[in-house]
């Protein structure tokens, strides 16, 4: 069982490269583990969000995991992103997980109804007792249509359901309240944030760490940043997180389809021109890259210093 105290730092929720077909493209995640382990991060996050995870199948995740765990090889704990539409559906792929070596797991709220707290509830306790491994809460309610209250996640956590919590809305008020509460009741929680320009501030509001997609492409400018502020070396921190600020312009390339879109597919641009991944491509339907924005996404990433010449 995995040693709580290793989940902490920038564990990057990692793109997942996809082929021509839009099947994964195993060599390549192979690869963009190896580039960001290199770069000194704390953790593996593995189809989550930005790795597309709602586009693959249930043996196209398996198999994904299976490579992550495989290539990360112990060296830092990999978080498998195991949640889908129902309960039994995530519990599926929750026992894949664990049979593929993962050290910990994280999940959604259901997506599509629109659920209760009591509901969610109910969510987590039936995973924690079918699937023995640490299980995250992972929040982020633009996308599944229900918030997580304070109360929740306090009450999962005490009874231990969950060992920590991936917050992903913006909103420091509410993971602050959910630290300052885990403290006063007593509650090991381990906190993540998993916006881009918070990573700093997230310290002082009691986080253990960040899980910032931005990381796929500026890993060192995020670890750097993560490390500084735990020195309270704020200047520091202050620094590399303008340079996260620049380096997440790239998206803005990206003139057609929906912000994610242009978000993943950029990243996956200027991680091809560094020589990690094969190709930009996004899994339909969000929109790819035309060959004049993957050209200057790459420019872009080399202007930044982000890919070598």
């Given at each position: 069982m995995?040693?709580?105290?290793?989940?902490?730092?920038?564990?990057?929720p990692i793109?997942?490269?996809?082929?021509?077909?839009?099947?994964?493209?195993?060599?390549?995640?192979?690869?963009?583990?190896?580039?960001?382990?290199?770069?000194?991060?704390?953790?593996?996050?593995?189809?989550?969000?930005t790795?597309?995870?709602?586009?693959?199948?249930?043996r196209?995740?398996?198999?994904?995991?299976?490579?992550?765990v495989?290539?990360?090889?112990?060296?830092v704990?990999?978080?498998?992103?195991?949640?889908?539409?129902?309960?039994?559906?995530?519990?599926?792929?929750a026992?894949?997980?664990?049979?593929?070596?993962?050290?910990a797991?994280?999940?959604?709220?259901?997506?599509?109804?629109?659920?209760?707290?009591?509901?969610?509830?109910?969510?987590?306790?039936?995973?924690?007792?079918?699937?023995d491994?640490?299980?995250?809460?992972?929040?982020?309610?633009?996308?599944?249509?229900?918030?997580?209250?304070?109360?929740?996640?306090?009450?999962?956590?005490?009874?231990?359901?969950?060992?920590?919590?991936k917050?992903?809305?913006?909103?420091l008020?509410?993971f602050r309240?959910?630290?300052?509460?885990?403290?006063?009741?007593?509650?090991?929680?381990?906190?993540?944030?998993?916006?881009?320009?918070l990573?700093?501030?997230?310290?002082?509001?009691?986080?253990?760490?960040?899980?910032?997609?931005?990381?796929?492409?500026?890993?060192?400018?995020?670890?750097?940043?993560?490390?500084?502020?735990?020195?309270?070396?704020?200047?520091?921190?202050?620094?590399?997180?303008?340079?996260?600020?620049?380096?997440?312009?790239?998206?803005?390339?990206?003139?057609?389809?929906?912000a994610?879109?242009?978000?993943?597919?950029?990243?996956?641009a200027?991680?091809?021109?560094?020589?990690?991944?094969?190709?930009?491509?996004?899994?339909?339907?969000?929109?790819?890259?035309?060959?004049?924005?993957?050209?200057?996404?790459?420019?872009?990433a080399?202007?930044?210093?982000?890919?070598?010449?």
């Open positions: 995995l040693d709580l105290n290793r989940l902490h730092g920038i564990v990057p793109l997942t490269p996809v082929t021509d077909d839009e099947t994964i493209d195993l060599p390549s995640m192979r690869r963009l583990i190896e580039f960001q382990i290199d770069a000194g991060v704390h953790g593996i996050w593995v189809l989550g969000t790795g597309e995870f709602a586009s693959f199948t249930r196209e995740r398996a198999e994904a995991v299976r490579v992550a495989e290539t990360v090889n112990g060296r704990p990999v978080v498998v992103n195991i949640s889908d539409a129902a309960t039994r559906l995530a519990i599926e792929h026992r894949e997980a664990k049979n593929a070596g993962a050290d797991i994280a999940l959604l709220p259901p997506y599509y109804y629109l659920n209760e707290q009591d509901e969610l509830l109910d969510h987590f306790r039936r995973m924690r007792s079918t699937v491994l640490p299980l995250l809460a992972y929040n982020i309610p633009q996308n599944v249509k229900v918030k997580f209250s304070v109360d929740t996640i306090l009450r999962l956590g005490q009874e231990g359901a969950i060992v920590g919590l917050d992903s809305q913006n909103d008020d509410w309240q959910v630290m300052s509460g885990a403290r006063a009741r007593n509650i090991s929680l381990r906190g993540f944030l998993g916006t881009r320009y990573i700093d501030a997230g310290i002082l509001a009691g986080a253990h760490g960040a899980i910032p997609g931005i990381a796929n492409i500026a890993p060192r400018d995020c670890v750097e940043c993560y490390a500084a502020a735990r020195r309270s070396d704020f200047a520091t921190a202050d620094a590399a997180t303008d340079r996260i600020i620049a380096a997440t312009r790239i998206s803005s390339i990206a003139k057609g389809g929906s994610t879109a242009g978000n993943f597919a950029t990243m996956k200027a991680l091809k021109g560094m020589g990690v991944l094969t190709s930009s491509r996004v899994t339909a339907p969000l929109r790819n890259l035309s060959a004049d924005e993957e050209e200057k996404a790459i420019a872009f080399r202007e930044r210093n982000l890919a070598p010449a």
